[in-house]
């Protein structure tokens, strides 16, 4: 009888522990809002410079397939909607992910939040932002895709894809 059960335990717990999910896994991340296969998303964000005259380097991971579909722009914003530098992108990125580009400046003061999203051309703004101060340094964030979605069309804006 105690064999039997012994036998039934053991096969119970290697059940559940072969079921468990790996820790690791993409959904497991409560700041990775599943989105790296199907839109745009800052994965890095530094700022250097002064008062008033920042630039920013900022990293995107996007689906790029050319220019039917590629990240067109990055943008740092304030909390109140309002568009504080957009960094047009002229052309697709398929060969080169993630990839980084700088652009400035940034007329913001040192302790200011700010947040850092992309954009595609044709998917709209990605939800995987940054978000923080060039004091206290920028985090991994996220947002809805409709926030501030305004500024969406708000220049400047790219004329055309170069390739």
Same mark, same amino acid.
């Given at each position: 009888?105690?064999?039997h059960?012994?036998?039934? /335990?053991?096969?119970? $717990?290697?059940?559940?522990?072969?079921?468990?999910?790996d820790?690791?896994?993409? &959904? =497991?991340? @409560?700041?990775?809002?599943g989105?790296?296969?199907?839109?745009?998303?800052?994965?890095?964000v530094?700022?250097?410079?002064?008062?008033?005259s920042y630039?920013?380097?900022?990293?995107?991971s996007?689906?790029?397939?050319g220019?039917?579909?590629?990240?067109d722009?990055w943008?740092? /914003?304030?909390?109140? $909607?309002?568009?504080?530098?957009?960094?047009?992108l002229?052309?697709?990125?398929? &060969? =080169?992910? @993630?990839?980084s580009?700088?652009?400035?400046?940034?007329?913001?003061?040192?302790?200011?939040?700010?947040?850092?999203?992309?954009?595609?051309n044709?998917?709209?703004?990605?939800?995987?932002?940054?978000?923080?101060?060039?004091?206290?340094?920028?985090?991994?964030?996220?947002?809805?895709?409709?926030?501030?979605?305004?500024?969406?069309?708000?220049?400047?804006?790219?004329d055309?894809?170069?390739?």
């Amino acid at each position: 009888m105690y064999g039997h059960m012994n036998i039934l /335990f053991i096969f119970l $717990s290697l059940f559940f522990f072969a079921c468990e999910s790996d820790p690791t896994g993409p &959904n =497991e991340n @409560p700041m990775d809002p599943g989105n790296s296969s199907e839109e745009v998303s800052v994965t890095k964000v530094e700022a250097a410079g002064s008062p008033g005259s920042y630039t920013f380097s900022v990293t995107l991971s996007s689906p790029d397939t050319g220019c039917d579909q590629y990240a067109d722009w990055w943008e740092v /914003f304030r909390a109140d $909607s309002s568009l504080v530098y957009r960094r047009i992108l002229a052309h697709s990125h398929v &060969n =080169e992910q @993630p990839f980084s580009r700088s652009g400035g400046p940034a007329d913001i003061q040192e302790d200011e939040i700010v947040f850092i999203r992309g954009h595609m051309n044709n998917l709209g703004y990605g939800r995987q932002i940054f978000k923080g101060s060039v004091k206290d340094g920028f985090v991994l964030d996220s947002l809805e895709k409709s926030y501030a979605a305004g500024l969406e069309s708000t220049a400047p804006l790219p004329d055309d894809c170069a390739f």
